[in-house]
């Protein structure tokens, strides 16, 4: 069974720093064709892609926050690890992690997400 | 690429069949998802390649189109699929865009 889970602060003071951390089980980031990506939806609104890593550690990341983000990946751990620099109260979402089998492309499992709260 | 779904809100009757639009502002090929995600819940992926249905999703669900161009059928309504519905593209990335989202209600 596939499953993966978001864990990170729920409250954050603006300009910190915010690290969240995907744990996944049932599949392997280091040697089959997977991917992991950060997706985040702010109450109320749309679903916005954050950042992707792949198997073979090639990154990728939403151009308008590409200064604030990186991503990482433990194989070790299973673990999937999001920072965004510099938070705004416009970055209080839920923000979920998601595997891509890289064949399709879609996000095929979702975390049950994590909410954050920017605000002092 | 800009996703926009059509209608915002779609009012529907349970038993009568619902239609949502999806238009890509460039080809995406048939590189398009559609998520179902009810209130409180992470996304549930429902279609990929514009017209497959992902494991478990039953057959009322049905996705066609290509291009720029998308529409996902639910045949006949069910009490459970009310619920806020996106369209994604995965062919021109990154960002892998969604769209703002269909919410289908009774």
């Known amino acids: 069974q596939v499953t993966l889970r978001e864990s990170g602060p729920a409250l954050v003071k603006p300009t910190q720093t915010l690290t969240l951390t995907c744990t996944f089980s049932g599949f392997s980031l280091s040697t089959s064709e997977m991917c992991v990506s950060w997706i985040r939806q702010p109450p109320g609104k749309a679903l916005e892609w954050l950042a992707r890593i792949d198997w073979d550690d090639d990154k990728y990341y939403n151009t308008s926050l590409r200064t604030r983000l990186t991503i990482s990946k433990d194989t070790s751990k299973n673990q999937v690890v999001l920072t965004m620099t510099n938070l705004d109260p416009v970055d209080t979402a839920t923000y979920y992690c998601a595997r891509m089998p890289h064949y399709h492309g879609a996000f095929d499992i979702w975390g049950q997400g994590t909410v954050v709260t920017v605000s002092s | ?106």
């Open chain 2, 1 to 106: 690429i800009v996703m926009t779904q059509s209608p915002a809100t779609l009012s529907v009757s349970p038993g009568e069949r619902a239609t949502l639009s999806c238009r890509a502002s460039q080809s995406v090929s048939n590189n398009l998802a559609w998520y179902q995600q009810k209130p409180g819940q992470a996304p549930r992926l429902l279609i990929y390649g514009a017209s497959t249905r992902a494991t478990g999703i039953p057959a009322r669900f049905s996705g066609s189109g290509s291009g720029t161009e998308f529409t996902l059928t639910i045949s006949s309504l069910q009490s459970e699929d009310f619920a806020v519905y996106y369209c994604q593209q995965y062919n021109n990335w990154p960002p892998e865009t969604f769209g703002q989202g269909t919410k289908v209600e009774i």
